[in-house]
């Protein structure tokens, strides 16, 4: 494995001469790191160069790193990972650019090179809030049309932050503000009184 990881490495090195970041390997994979100037082109080289070959892009997911670390992280925050398969190669390889600006995430859509980044962007957009440039439909996927803010952002509240109900005077769902009261929940464990007792004579 370690060969092949190596011949990889080498690929990627000459046909993205001057464009990676970082390339490091762990746990038997390579992670290579772009900026979001390069991220467009970059895919598109490891689709289209024979040498290295990435047909098919498996799967695509947004990454809010504040608080990473236990707080040592002092990085950008927002990224977008994408995890890219060569069919020709048998090779795997995992594709991370973050986004320059931490108020206002925005990267280049991977559609373009391969369209089932479509919903994977939608989702990126709807739980994380990152933008992708050129993508023709950026929508919520999973929430509401209505709802507010980005669930998986780490300072996004767990209780959210409206709530919505039927209400059957207006005859429709409404939205209103979060009536659940934050609370610590301790779990009350009961046993009957032999319970565990090896001796008992039942």
């Known amino acids: 494995m370690a060969a092949k990881l190596g011949r990889l490495k080498d690929a990627l090195d000459s046909s993205l001469a001057g464009k990676i970041v970082s390339l490091a390997e762990s746990l038997g994979e390579l992670t290579l790191v772009v900026e979001a100037k390069d991220y467009a082109a970059t895919a598109r080289s490891l689709r289209d160069d024979p040498a290295v070959r990435f047909e098919e892009l498996i799967d695509l997911c947004g990454v809010d790193y504040s608080g990473f670390g236990e707080g040592r992280w002092k990085g950008r925050r927002f990224a977008v990972v ?67 803010g980005h669930p998986f952002r780490k300072d996004f509240p ?32 009961i046993r009957e009184d032999e319970y565990g007792d090896l001796g008992s004579s039942r």
């Open 82 to 148: 994408s995890h890219l398969l060569s069919l020709a190669h048998n090779w795997r390889l995992r594709l991370r650019v973050f986004a320059p600006d931490d108020d206002f995430p925005v990267v280049d859509s991977l559609t373009g090179v391969w369209p089932n980044a479509d919903w994977y962007e939608r989702e990126a957009f709807d739980l994380f809030g990152i933008m992708f440039t050129g993508h023709a439909d950026l929508r919520r996927i999973l929430t509401d049309y209505g709802f507010i």
């Open 158 to 189: 767990l209780s959210g932050n409206v709530e919505m109900r039927y209400d059957p005077e207006q005859k429709r769902v409404i939205y209103q503000p979060v009536t659940i009261e934050p609370r610590e929940i301790t779990p009350r464990v």
